[in-house]
């Protein structure tokens, strides 16, 4: 009996293993920095190396294979810059799940005799919605500031008054840690070090689980996570000329329950800028001129402190709060000259201005974050909320000095303002099966914000209202937003679709009854996102409608009058304009190169864009709505390794728009073309020596009423690293050469106007940090990287 029972177990049970199936999961992270790793190919061999299964894990570097036969396994995990890595599989019992845990992925080693290369993964990739730059060892970013990562991000330009462009497009959404935040402010943003960045985002089409906002696409900068346990950080001190001194400590703890973390800025800048006008105007036949010299002194002070912790409830509930205050406190000095000359008349007038401002910026965020025992599973709720108050007081003298002497009333003006928002929204997470997931969620936004302003001229004791100034604002706005979208893969083939629809109630009110406007606008914001990878290549092809809100501050009629010539003037009667983007993307990686060239098409319905006019010898500048912008462009970007101490970055962007539309009888249409390009090189040197140089073009630019020349600039820095690399010093030079001048004409029916504007001079900084960190022992817990990413 017992002999003929062991005959039928043997004879079925080949049947019976291969009749089972089993279900394998995982991880795959960096070995060095513990980041997920998305888009890993994974392929699964049987016993006779056959291969019986592939796949690919997904964007948070979770794999889950189903309906494996139960037998011995081979399972080889490969990515683009690491090491292959391979898992044998063992099966010892029945089991129908097993679970891998967490897979490490070493990068690939680089070994020269008289130089030290830091392994680094490549310094561009694509991923499903978004291309991805990692500042690594960029010499010139270390120095400074997110602005200055961000000026080195392919696509991506800033401005030296800080305005951050995407493909030429100001209308840029900036999230942190994939969330809106006050760090993502432009005077925020200065504070925020360079080496706290670890990558920025790229999202020129973004999906439909991101807000709609930014015509132009989404800039997403990740900050580094506390990785170690114990106490860790790092202390950054910055001397610069002209005036930019800092102070960036970065302190952080880590235990098996509480993750804490914090960022804290201390800075104080001085900026010398210089601007010049000359002008001629045409009345009834008679010419007259005017030239312009103003030498601006401006003093920045400003304080920051981000505060947050994580706890870890359970395994698979988190909670995260955070407190961001942001302090600011600019003294401002500015002198002007005005020749004026005419048939009539020659007069010189020499205007003084003293400014003070300061603002706060308060925000409070929370997030909880669930995951669940099947992966890729996840349900987050976000909730903050954030108060800001500004007041900004200007002192004007002005005085004749030709062809007599002259005192004018002195003028005074004065600007507050506040604001209160609240954001609330929830995401859902679920799998359908090891390649595809669907996704949803909710938000809503409410925004009040309150702005008064007034301008008083002198008489004899007293102050009187200057130019019939005088107003209080208020602003309120309510956006509520929900999303669906799924995406799945088909072997080398991956897609997401999606669809947001967006409600806003906008109204504006004022004491004057002069601008009070109510708005209500509802829109379907349709996302598709197409990727195929192939070998060490992916091409892509993405669809996005975007909408452009007016800000703020486009929409404030408070008219400044610090200059006797011009002023900038607010429309709040702007209309949001709305932009289909189509775009074709290809990656290439080989040895030496990285090669990505896009190929893009905008469509922006109402453009928002300023319009300049004469009005009673005071030229006023205004943003208004035209019917429409098309513009098409090819974009190139090229990374070149020739040996293993160079690294040489190129790119290029090269667009064609056509402009259409016409304000109080002025036509405004109109065809043009421009390129930008930016030219880096690094070079490691030996003894942990880094050299970096970078060249910056834009081609002129034009619009229906005004032109840009050419614009260039050249920056350079060097770095050491000391103490086995607990300790760098960087020297760095921006604007060398002071050749960044922002020059234009702009031309009206009977007038011309040429600008040349420096808004900073060369600037020379010198930085020391020194980084601490503990050992890390085993067993301590990440932090979920969902709850700030």
Do not use: C
């Amino acid at each position: 009996m017992k002999t003929l029972l062991t005959t039928i177990i043997i004879i079925f049970l080949p049947f019976y293993a291969s009749a089972q199936q089993l279900t394998i999961s995982g991880k795959v992270k960096d070995h060095t920095t513990q980041e997920e790793l998305p888009y890993v190919s994974i392929s699964v061999k049987d016993s006779a190396l056959k291969i019986i299964m592939t796949a690919v894990t997904d964007e948070h570097g979770i794999f889950k294979l189903e309906k494996i036969p139960v037998q011995n396994l081979t399972m080889t995990f490969t990515f683009i810059g690491y090491q292959d890595f391979v898992q044998t599989v063992e099966i010892e019992s029945d089991k129908s799940k097993i679970d891998l845990g967490i897979i490490l992925l070493h990068s690939n080693a680089v070994e020269l005799n008289t130089v030290e290369i830091t392994n680094e993964k490549p310094a561009v990739s694509l991923k499903l919605d978004k291309k991805v730059f990692e500042p690594g060892k960029d010499v010139l970013s270390q120095n400074g500031s997110a602005h200055d990562v961000l000026n080195s991000v392919p696509s991506v330009s800033v401005s030296p008054s800080g305005t951050v462009s995407l493909r030429g497009n100001s209308n840029v959404w900036i999230l942190i840690n994939g969330r809106q935040s006050g760090l993502a402010q432009s005077n925020a943003l200065d504070q925020i070090a360079a080496d706290q960045i670890e990558r920025i985002e790229v999202i020129t089409n973004p999906s439909s689980r991101f807000d709609a906002a930014g015509s132009a696409g989404i800039l997403n900068i990740i900050l580094k996570k506390n990785k170690k346990s114990g106490f860790n950080g790092q202390v950054r001190l910055v001397a610069g000329s002209p005036n930019d001194s800092r102070l960036n400590p970065s302190i952080n703890y880590k235990s098996e329950k509480i993750n804490i973390f914090s960022n804290f800025s201390i800075r104080s800048t001085d900026y010398v800028g210089l601007y010049t006008t000359n002008q001629s105007i045409n009345n009834n036949g008679a010419t007259s001129y005017m030239d312009r010299n103003q030498n601006e002194e401006r003093h920045d002070d400003g304080k920051l402190l981000y505060l947050g912790a994580d706890y870890f409830i359970s395994e698979h509930q988190t909670i995260t709060a955070a407190f961001l205050k942001n302090a600011t406190h600019d003294n401002d000095k500015t002198h002007l000259m005005y020749d004026y000359r005419s048939s009539a008349i020659d007069s010189i007038l020499f205007r003084e201005g003293k400014s003070l401002e300061k603002r706060n910026y308060n925000q409070f965020e929370f997030n909880y974050t669930k995951t669940f025992q099947e992966p890729s599973k996840k349900w987050t709720i976000d909730v903050q909320y954030d108060w800001w108050n500004s007041v900004k007081n200007w002192n004007l003298s002005t005085q004749q000095f030709y062809p007599f002497e002259n005192l004018y009333p002195g003028i005074r003006t004065k600007s507050t303002g506040s604001s209160k928002d609240f954001l609330a929204k929830s995401d859902f997470i679920q799998p359908i099966d090891s390649s595809s997931v669907f996704e949803t969620g909710i938000k809503t936004e409410i925004r009040k914000v309150s702005s008064v302003y007034k301008a008083e001229e002198q008489k004899d004791d007293d102050w009187i209202i200057y130019q019939d100034i005088d107003n209080h604002l208020d602003y309120n706005e309510n956006i509520t937003g929900a999303y669906a979208q799924f995406n799945s893969k088909i072997k080398k083939f991956s897609y997401m679709l999606g669809l947001r629809t967006e409600i806003t109630n906008v109204s504006i009110t004022d004491n004057s009854n002069l601008y009070s406007d109510h708005k209500d606008y509802a829109k379907l914001f349709p996302s598709a996102n197409l990727s195929y990878k192939f070998n060490a290549s992916a091409l892509q092809f993405n669809y996005s409608k975007r909408i452009n809100r007016p800000s703020l501050y486009a929409l404030y009629p408070f008219n400044e009058v610090t200059d006797l010539n011009a002023q900038y003037v607010g429309n709040p009667g702007l209309n949001p304009s709305f932009t289909d983007v189509l775009e074709i993307a290809f990656l290439k990686n080989w040895k030496k190169i990285t090669f990505n060239p896009s190929v893009y098409y905008q469509f922006e319905k109402a453009r928002i864009q300023d319009f300049t006019f004469r009005k009673d010898a005071i030229f006023f500048t205004t943003p208004i709505n035209i019917d429409y912008e098309k513009r098409i462009g090819v974009e190139l970007s090229l990374l070149f390794n020739p040996v293993k101490w160079l690294q040489i970055n190129t790119e290029m962007n090269l667009f064609h728009f056509k402009q259409k539309g016409n304000y109080n009888e002025n036509n405004l249409d109109f065809d043009g073309a421009t390129i930008t390009g930016r030219f880096s090189t690094q070079i490691t040197l030996p003894a942990k020596f880094s050299l970096q140089g970078r060249y910056n073009f834009r081609a002129p630019q034009q619009n229906a009423q005004t032109r840009n020349d050419a614009l260039q600039s050249f920056d350079f820095g060097l770095s050491k690293n000391l103490l086995k690399d607990k300790t760098s010093l960087v020297f760095d030079v921006s604007n060398a050469f002071n050749l960044r001048q922002n020059k234009s004409t702009t031309t009206g029916t009977d007038y011309v106007i040429n600008e040349n504007s420096i808004p900073n001079a060369a600037r020379y900084r010198l930085s020391f940090v020194y980084r601490f960190n503990l050992t890390d022992p085993k067993g301590i817990r990440q932090a979920k990287s969902a709850n700030r990413n």
